[in-house]
């Protein structure tokens, strides 16, 4: 009888060391999910306003583009004034950076060129791989104002334009990864809209001439 209140009192007592620390978690979950969600919104938010000026302003439209390489897709804000596309930031990512994925938002003008850019989330080596970050050194400045169709966005040793950030050539790579494959997404999507756009306003000229055509004949009649 002794064991089985010993055994009892062993499973109540774990029981008790298990229900607490899960139950006080819980409830700083609860009171710290918000703040927590709040101050990422905050962070994109600021994020775009800092690719493409304007944005806090302005009118902003969020979708998915699926990008030709990678696994995820990469997510636009398209940011829009007076009707105008004003710019897009792309919040775009590589996985081939030293401490695993690295999320990059940059803004593109209409015609491609780079406006800004910078690091959302990275996991790189302090003092080296963390300096794509604006927050730790300008290295990432050098894509401003370039536009890809033009200037090489490859590393210089790889035969592009882009120096990479000293002794952390993989974090350089990774972020030159990130870069191209916003580019492609960015230029592909647009480029299929404007086709789009154009066929629609093809079809509606086509069916205008066909419909003064048939009202000329009638008038012959």
């Not at 306003?49 to 439209?61: C, F, H, R, W």
């Not at 804000?77 to 938002?105: C, H, K, L, P, W």
């Amino acid at each position: 009888m002794a064991k089985k209140d010993s055994f009892v009192n062993m499973v109540v007592t774990l029981f008790v060391i298990t229900a607490i620390p899960a139950v006080l978690l819980g409830f700083v979950y609860k009171f710290t999910k918000e703040p927590i969600e709040q101050a990422k919104k905050l962070k994109l938010s600021n994020s775009i306003n800092l690719v493409v000026p304007g944005a806090s302003t302005a009118e902003i439209k969020e979708f998915n583009v699926m990008p030709e390489t990678g696994k995820d897709s990469l997510t636009f804000f398209e940011v829009v004034s007076n009707n105008e596309i004003i710019g897009t930031a792309v919040q775009t990512y590589s996985d081939n950076a030293f401490g695993g994925r690295i999320v990059v938002m940059v803004g593109f003008k209409p015609d491609g060129t780079i406006i800004d850019n910078d690091v959302l989330e990275h996991s790189e080596t302090p003092g080296l791989g963390d300096k794509a970050s604006k927050s730790k050194s300008n290295w990432n400045s050098q894509f401003n104002d370039k536009n890809p169709k033009v200037f090489n966005i490859n590393l210089k040793k790889d035969g592009g334009e882009v120096d990479a950030i000293t002794a952390a050539t993989i974090s350089s790579l990774a972020y030159v990864d990130a870069l191209q494959r916003a580019y492609e997404a960015f230029i592909k999507y647009y480029n299929s809209s404007d086709i789009e756009e154009s066929k629609v306003i093809e079809e509606i000229d086509e069916q205008t001439e066909l419909e003064t055509n048939e009202t000329e004949k009638g008038g012959v009649e």
